[in-house]
């Protein structure tokens, strides 16, 4: 249901009151192709998600401004049952929060094949979380947002990767930055954790009594997430600090 008003929606127009009212700068040329036409102002964003409890406070931050379209691309979830019951979190978020909020947030899933982000892992399957494994991770799920974007004729890509505490953003920023450039396409780069952003994500997910999961996704981190059970605080805290520089 949600992935048939996407059609709708590229077709659609929708006016408004002059352009550079957003708070992050879009630009006239950023509102085509299918946005243009005339006055149209709110430009559309593919935003790759991760997981409905950190698209909350993102989704909720970019809707004023943006046509959202949620892009569920997450080949780095192992276990097809966990899987599934975050793509269905992350629908019923969506669904919920168009109805009391008035709005046409759709949902496209991409591709889910593990092998392909096992075979971003070789060689770094006994890195943790936070590690060398999670740029190549980003970097996949990024490459194919911008690729769907292309393929949509969408400008705009986004993540809702740095909403966590547990990702690094300049490495999110980068990669982000350097695909759209070798895509001619604009990364919104926004680093979701700021302006407690992380806080209100945990916040909406009780209001919407949302499934939280509590690993990032793969298996190789979640099995050293549980061997590291016994880490002391001081050390989990460490491990947080470099990973927000
Ligand atoms: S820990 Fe998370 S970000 Fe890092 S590789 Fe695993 S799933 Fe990807």
Same mark, same amino acid.
């Not at 997450?74 to 276990?79: A, G, R, S, W």
């Given at each position: 249901m949600i992935e048939k008003s996407i059609k709708n929606k590229v077709t659609s127009t929708q006016k408004m009151?002059?352009?550079?009212?957003c708070e992050h700068k879009v630009?006239?040329?950023?509102?085509?192709?299918?946005?243009?036409?005339?006055?149209?102002? %709110?430009p559309t964003v593919l935003l790759h998600s991760c997981c409905g409890p950190c698209s909350t406070s993102v989704i909720e931050r970019l809707a004023h401004d943006y046509e959202i379209i949620v892009y569920f691309y997450?080949?780095?979830?192992?276990?097809p049952k966990e899987y599934e019951k975050r793509k269905k979190t992350q629908k019923e978020f969506i669904d919920k929060y168009n109805k009391d909020n008035k709005l046409d947030i759709s949902f496209v899933e991409g591709d889910y094949k593990p092998e392909d982000f096992h075979k971003i892992s070789e060689g770094f399957e006994?890195?943790?979380?936070?590690?060398?494994r999670c740029p190549r991770c980003f970097e996949l799920r990024l490459r194919s947002t911008a690729h769907k974007a292309l393929e949509m004729g969408i400008k705009i890509f986004a993540t809702t990767?740095?909403?966590?505490?547990?990702?690094n953003y300049r490495i999110i920023s980068a990669i982000g930055q350097n695909i759209a450039s070798e895509n001619n396409l604009q990364f919104?780069?926004?680093?979701?954790? %700021? %302006?407690a952003g992380f806080q209100k994500s945990i916040e909406i997910s009780k209001e919407y009594n949302l499934y939280r999961q509590n690993?990032?996704?793969?298996n190789y981190a979640r099995r050293i997430q549980n061997s590291k059970k016994q880490e002391s605080p001081e050390e989990e805290k460490g491990r947080k600090i470099d990973n927000e520089q």
């Open positions: 009151e002059g352009l550079g009212y630009t006239d040329d950023l509102c085509s192709p299918f946005d243009r036409n005339k006055g149209i102002v %709110k997450n080949p780095n979830i192992d276990d006994d890195e943790p979380e936070g590690g060398m990767l740095t909403v966590s505490p547990h990702k919104l780069d926004i680093d979701f954790k %700021k %302006k690993y990032c996704g793969c």
